[in-house]
């Protein structure tokens, strides 16, 4: 099992949702940066679960604890080690998962590969827990590229068939009005289809908008290390992520050239386009507009529901019933992660760090 990933940036991943903790090795990041822990405190907070009845009832204070790479509150260029600790395993409820395999979850394809050796409480180190980490390098990412005038935002798009609006095209960087959702309404309605889903002991997906503002033209290469191919990697690790586009989700490819094209002009002297089709990316490169993309992330699979399955031990088709803490519903969570993976893909494209 490989966790590491980076260029200019690097991360190592590791844990387990039911271990002693989880946690990230941060390297190559700047030295001297002041690390604001109360806006990192807040952005662990937006992720954290058992806050509300759209999250899984484990509870975690999710405080960071960093190890090394950071001297009186500021970093010193060494890498910074930064663990979380588990508090509220209920390892039990994962048992018999030994044997049945969950569908939609990683059990089976883990189970093939480490060949039963894989820690199965709380998916182990697939669990959407290790997302707790990558918060606390987002934040610190986000940090460094708000210096740089760079700020990001999420927002729900979508629950199941409920629709919030979309970011306008050319938005500016007041991302706190945008969230969860522009619609109130909209929220309103989501936090009901969710709710009824957990009654029914089942679970919902939907789709995240996000935006990065305040990136300048220029960064980006063509072909394989494009912004698209850079930030999609990222975005494709956060579990339950299905998909991800960049500019108007699918539409773009049900458009004339004419309309798709998003037409230059000046402003002053600062070149802006009239629509944002593209998401502020052509060529692979950035343009000057928002960076905009959207992720879809699938309903929760851990579901109490019965749903067929097969038991490897007895190698019979069975049955099983998911207990324990789940999701009804991911995407409010992973809003943030979704920030957290931008930013970071991001600052690993500068070279100037
Ligand atoms: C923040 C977060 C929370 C999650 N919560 C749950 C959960 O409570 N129950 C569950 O079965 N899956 C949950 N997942 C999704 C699983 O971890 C994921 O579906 C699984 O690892 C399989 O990966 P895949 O869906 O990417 O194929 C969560 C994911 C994230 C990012
Ligand atoms: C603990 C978190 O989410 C967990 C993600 C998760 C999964 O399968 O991904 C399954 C559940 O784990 P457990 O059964 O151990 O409670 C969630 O609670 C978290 O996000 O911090």
């Given at each position: 099992m490989s966790a590491n990933w980076g260029h200019h940036i690097e991360l190592s991943l590791f844990g387990e949702s039911h271990g002693k903790g989880i946690g990230i090795v941060i390297g190559n990041l700047p030295a001297g940066l002041k690390l604001d822990m109360d806006m990192i405190k807040a952005e662990m907070k937006r992720r954290a679960p058992g806050q509300n009845k759209m999250s899984t009832p484990r509870k975690e204070a999710d405080e960071v604890e960093i190890m090394s790479g950071v001297v009186d509150?500021?970093?010193?260029?060494?890498?910074?080690?930064?663990?979380?600790?588990?508090?509220?395993?209920?390892?039990?409820?994962?048992?018999?998962?030994?044997?049945?395999?969950?569908?939609?979850?990683?059990?089976?394809?883990?189970?093939?590969?480490?060949?039963?050796?894989?820690?199965?409480?709380?998916?182990?180190?697939?669990?959407g827990r290790l997302t707790a980490p990558i918060v606390f390098a987002g934040a610190i990412a986000k940090q460094i590229l708000k210096e740089k005038g760079i700020h990001i935002g999420a927002h729900i798009l979508s629950i199941k068939d409920v629709k919030d609006s979309r970011f306008p095209h050319d938005i500016s960087d007041d991302f706190k009005r945008y969230q969860p959702t522009i619609d109130e309404e909209a929220f309103i309605k989501m936090q009901e289809v969710i709710e009824e889903a957990r009654m029914h002991q089942n679970s919902v997906g939907g789709k995240i908008e996000?935006?990065?503002?305040?990136?300048?033209?220029?960064?980006?290469?063509?072909?394989?290390?494009?912004?698209?191919?850079?930030?999609?990697?990222?975005?494709?690790?956060?579990?339950?992520?299905?998909?991800?586009?960049?500019?108007?989700?699918?539409?773009?490819?049900?458009?004339?050239?004419?309309?798709?094209?998003?037409?230059?002009?000046?402003?002053?002297?600062?070149?802006?386009?009239?629509?944002?089709?593209?998401?502020?990316?052509?060529?692979?490169?950035?343009?000057?507009?928002?960076?905009?993309?959207?992720?879809?992330?699938?309903?929760?699979?851990?579901?109490?529901?019965?749903?067929?399955?097969?038991?490897?031990?007895?190698?019979?088709?069975?049955?099983?019933?998911?207990?324990?803490?789940?999701?009804?519903?991911?995407?409010?969570?992973?809003?943030?992660?979704?920030?957290?993976?931008?930013?970071?893909?991001?600052?690993?494209?500068?070279?100037?760090?």
């Amino acid at each position: 099992m490989s966790a590491n990933w980076g260029h200019h940036i690097e991360l190592s991943l590791f844990g387990e949702s039911h271990g002693k903790g989880i946690g990230i090795v941060i390297g190559n990041l700047p030295a001297g940066l002041k690390l604001d822990m109360d806006m990192i405190k807040a952005e662990m907070k937006r992720r954290a679960p058992g806050q509300n009845k759209m999250s899984t009832p484990r509870k975690e204070a999710d405080e960071v604890e960093i190890m090394s790479g950071v001297v009186d509150g500021i970093t010193t260029g060494a890498p910074l080690c930064a663990m979380i600790a588990n508090t509220s395993q209920h390892s039990k409820d994962y048992s018999y998962l030994k044997e049945k395999m969950r569908p939609g979850h990683s059990d089976y394809p883990a189970y093939v590969k480490y060949h039963g050796f894989n820690d199965v409480r709380g998916g182990g180190h697939f669990s959407g827990r290790l997302t707790a980490p990558i918060v606390f390098a987002g934040a610190i990412a986000k940090q460094i590229l708000k210096e740089k005038g760079i700020h990001i935002g999420a927002h729900i798009l979508s629950i199941k068939d409920v629709k919030d609006s979309r970011f306008p095209h050319d938005i500016s960087d007041d991302f706190k009005r945008y969230q969860p959702t522009i619609d109130e309404e909209a929220f309103i309605k989501m936090q009901e289809v969710i709710e009824e889903a957990r009654m029914h002991q089942n679970s919902v997906g939907g789709k995240i908008e996000c935006a990065i503002t305040g990136v300048k033209a220029g960064l980006g290469n063509p072909f394989f290390d494009s912004v698209e191919a850079h930030l999609s990697p990222l975005l494709f690790s956060i579990p339950a992520v299905k998909s991800v586009s960049f500019g108007d989700l699918d539409d773009i490819t049900s458009l004339y050239g004419s309309e798709a094209n998003d037409s230059y002009y000046y402003e002053e002297e600062q070149v802006k386009t009239r629509t944002n089709h593209n998401g502020g990316i052509t060529g692979g490169i950035t343009n000057g507009m928002p960076v905009i993309f959207t992720v879809g992330v699938k309903p929760t699979p851990s579901i109490s529901l019965t749903q067929d399955t097969i038991n490897v031990k007895t190698k019979t088709n069975d049955t099983v019933n998911v207990v324990g803490r789940h999701d009804p519903c991911i995407v409010p969570r992973v809003l943030v992660v979704v920030e957290a993976m931008a930013a970071i893909g991001l600052l690993d494209m500068m070279e100037d760090l």
